[in-house]
């Protein structure tokens, strides 16, 4: 089970964090991934860790902008500064079973998704 946090409302060019907590896995072997979905659009990634967590890629959209990065085996955030009313949306975290490599940018590869949690970024 995932569970995401930290959303809500903010100016543009202010910042946010969000958490995204793991429950009921007994392993380690997961890539994180967060992804958002704007109204009348499709789900888009973002960002994803290694299954170690030690690396990280980013869509073009965000880099420079937001860093995922997790704490522990359970908690992973998505730091995100400098935001864009286009940046409004509802973002999800996810997970994608792996022992090697980066997390896909792909939502089909991600095993499981949290509820998600609403962004909003005022002009």
């Known amino acids: 089970q995932l569970v995401e946090s930290g959303g809500g409302l903010v100016q543009a060019g202010g910042s946010l964090r969000l958490s995204c907590a793991a429950s009921?896995?007994?392993?380690?072997?997961?890539?994180m991934a967060w992804f958002r979905q704007a109204p009348g659009k499709e789900r888009e990634f973002l960002a994803a860790l290694s299954w170690s967590g030690s690396s990280a890629t980013y869509a073009d959209s965000v880099k420079g902008r937001f860093t995922i990065f997790r704490n522990g085996a359970k908690n992973t955030y998505l730091q995100m500064n400098s935001l864009k009313p286009e940046d409004t949306a509802v973002y999800y975290c996810?997970?994608?079973?792996?022992?090697w490599g980066l997390g896909s940018d792909r939502l089909r590869d991600y095993d499981y998704w949290g509820q998600g949690t609403q962004v909003t970024v005022s002009s």
């Open positions: 996810a997970a994608e079973r792996r022992s």
């Open positions: 009921g896995r007994s392993d380690s072997n997961y890539a």
